[in-house]
């Protein structure tokens, strides 16, 4: 009987082996160069799960003739990492010790810091990977001594090959189940749902053969793999990257896109992040060009938040293409923005005294007893007087009460 899971026994061992990544690892890939050379230097591999991180460190240990010792930065200790550098002096090391530090982003500072001399001298080969943006969660002193390598989502179109000689080893494992048809339109389904992780379409297909008696079906593969494909977090570096993606295309008034990343957010798990960013581009971007659309987003959200998914989608949805279709201004955060930086350079500390609550008979004019509800006076700090925070958008919300305005201070000039 095979306990061994079909991914493990399709893992590549040699670079010509892996799917994807041929920037990386193809004929002219920088790390085949690399170790074609003879000489690997310090690495961090960033990228979604079963992109082939782990693979390719046990495949680059092989050809430099080094040892290799793993470590998973969610279980292991500082202990652990004394351990390993203990162990990178021994009469056995040979061409030097690689470290593989899996999910690095889960060291603590003092945890990566106790790498720094070792990697800098070369006692140890660093090899860490992660999920998450290394420049977000790895620290400056470790990124600086190393290369940092991007591996990207499989795609489907990758999968379906390896998938195919998979489908071969399936049949020799499991002989008594007879000769199960697999067909390439399911196989392209299977990558299809993967989400561009190699080992979630092993996986998947194996568990799908198991399932199936004469052929493999779409009916089967749905019941097996719920849910929609890709790499979700609440708190990650793929959950900035989708809201990112989500604002920058409502910014950009392309709807499109922005009900693509919306679905994307929602059908993940994370209606709460799509409806903190979705209230926050109503005020950011659609801003005075359209002032009620910070009302019609509320009421949305709020929609939104008491239905859940997945009838949720409905109002964000609408919210999201009204946003994405309505005209733009950001000139209300350009105004704060340019405010902040005159308060960050120490100005307007000494407030009117006709303006303070503790002042209140020192020559406030009340403007709702004037002609349109107006009267000149002064209103920012006297090392402030002249500066202009808010410079009006170009659309006609905001041009039609700068128009209205200039009209009635010119009365008081």
Same mark, same amino acid.
Not at 15 to 24: A, E
Not at 338 to 367: M, N, V, W
């Given at each position: 009987?095979?306990?061994?899971?079909?991914?493990?026994?399709?893992?590549?061992?040699?670079?010509?082996?892996?799917?994807?990544?041929?920037?990386?690892?193809?004929?002219?890939?920088?790390?085949?160069?690399?170790?074609?050379?003879? +000489?690997?230097?310090?690495?961090?591999?960033?990228?979604?799960?079963?992109?082939?991180?782990?693979?390719?460190?046990?495949?680059?240990?092989?050809?430099?003739?080094?040892?290799?010792?793993?470590?998973?930065?969610?279980?292991?200790?500082?202990?652990?990492?004394?351990?390993?550098?203990?162990?990178?002096?021994?009469?056995?090391?040979?061409?030097?010790?690689?470290?593989?530090?899996?999910?690095?982003?889960?060291?603590?500072?003092?945890?990566?810091?106790?790498?720094?001399?070792?990697? !800098?001298?070369?006692?140890?080969?660093?090899?860490?990977?992660?999920?998450?943006?290394?420049?977000?969660?790895?620290?400056?002193?470790?990124?600086?001594?190393?290369?940092?390598?991007?591996?990207?989502?499989?795609?489907?179109? !990758?999968?379906?090959?390896?998938?195919?000689?998979?489908?071969?080893?399936?049949?020799?494992?499991?002989?008594?189940?007879?000769?199960?048809?697999?067909?390439?339109?399911?196989?392209?389904?299977?990558?299809?749902?993967?989400?561009?992780?190699?080992?979630?379409?092993?996986?998947?297909?194996?568990?799908?053969?198991?399932?199936?008696? +004469?052929?493999?079906?779409? !009916?089967?593969?749905?019941?097996?793999?719920?849910?929609?494909?890709?790499?979700?977090?609440?708190?990650?570096?793929?959950?900035?990257?989708?809201?990112?993606?989500?604002?920058?295309?409502?910014?950009?008034?392309?709807?499109?896109?922005?009900?693509?990343?919306?679905?994307?957010?929602?059908?993940?798990?994370?209606?709460?992040?799509?409806?903190?960013?979705? +209230?926050?581009?109503?005020?950011?971007?659609?801003?005075?060009?359209?002032?009620?659309?910070?009302?019609?987003?509320?009421?949305?959200?709020?929609?939104?938040?008491?239905?859940?998914?997945?009838?949720?989608?409905?109002?964000?949805?609408?919210?999201?293409?009204?946003?994405?279709?309505?005209?733009?201004?950001?000139?209300?955060? !350009?105004?704060?923005?340019?405010?902040?930086?005159?308060?960050?350079?120490?100005?307007?500390?000494?407030?009117?005294?006709?303006? +303070?609550?503790?002042?209140?008979?020192?020559?406030?004019?009340?403007?709702?007893?004037?002609?349109?509800?107006?009267?000149?006076?002064?209103?920012?700090?006297?090392?402030?007087?002249?500066?202009?925070?808010?410079?009006?958008?170009?659309?006609?919300?905001?041009?039609?009460?700068?128009?209205?305005?200039?009209?009635?201070?010119?009365?008081?000039?």
């Amino acid at each position: 009987m095979n306990n061994r899971p079909l991914a493990d026994i399709m893992r590549p061992t040699d670079f010509s082996q892996m799917t994807g990544q041929r920037h990386l690892f193809g004929e002219t890939g920088v790390i085949t160069r690399m170790c074609s050379g003879g +000489r690997v230097t310090n690495m961090i591999f960033f990228g979604p799960p079963g992109t082939g991180k782990t693979t390719a460190a046990g495949i680059i240990a092989e050809k430099s003739g080094m040892r290799i010792k793993r470590l998973n930065a969610t279980t292991a200790s500082l202990s652990d990492v004394r351990d390993v550098i203990a162990d990178s002096t021994g009469i056995f090391s040979g061409a030097g010790l690689l470290l593989y530090l899996d999910e690095i982003q889960y060291f603590n500072k003092k945890q990566q810091q106790s790498l720094l001399e070792f990697i !800098e001298n070369g006692q140890i080969t660093l090899i860490a990977s992660t999920t998450e943006n290394p420049y977000l969660y790895v620290y400056n002193a470790v990124i600086s001594r190393c290369s940092v390598f991007e591996f990207k989502p499989i795609s489907a179109a !990758e999968m379906t090959g390896r998938l195919g000689e998979a489908a071969s080893v399936l049949k020799s494992l499991y002989p008594d189940k007879g000769d199960i048809s697999v067909d390439e339109s399911i196989l392209l389904e299977i990558a299809g749902k993967s989400g561009g992780d190699m080992r979630r379409a092993l996986n998947l297909l194996e568990a799908a053969y198991l399932a199936s008696e +004469r052929e493999i079906s779409s !009916e089967t593969l749905q019941s097996l793999s719920s849910g929609v494909p890709g790499s979700f977090d609440r708190d990650g570096t793929t959950h900035y990257d989708l809201v990112s993606a989500l604002q920058k295309s409502v910014r950009g008034s392309d709807p499109d896109a922005a009900v693509f990343y919306l679905a994307r957010l929602l059908e993940g798990g994370d209606l709460e992040g799509a409806c903190r960013r979705i +209230r926050q581009m109503a005020c950011e971007d659609i801003g005075l060009a359209y002032p009620q659309a910070a009302s019609v987003t509320e009421a949305c959200v709020s929609s939104a938040l008491k239905l859940g998914m997945p009838e949720a989608s409905a109002p964000l949805s609408m919210c999201i293409i009204m946003l994405a279709t309505a005209p733009k201004s950001n000139s209300a955060m !350009e105004a704060y923005l340019a405010a902040k930086k005159a308060i960050s350079e120490g100005k307007g500390q000494i407030i009117p005294s006709h303006l +303070r609550q503790t002042d209140l008979f020192c020559g406030y004019r009340y403007p709702h007893d004037f002609p349109d509800h107006y009267v000149k006076q002064q209103y920012l700090p006297d090392d402030l007087l002249g500066n202009v925070f808010y410079h009006c958008g170009d659309n006609r919300t905001e041009r039609a009460a700068d128009e209205y305005w200039k009209k009635i201070k010119s009365k008081n000039i």
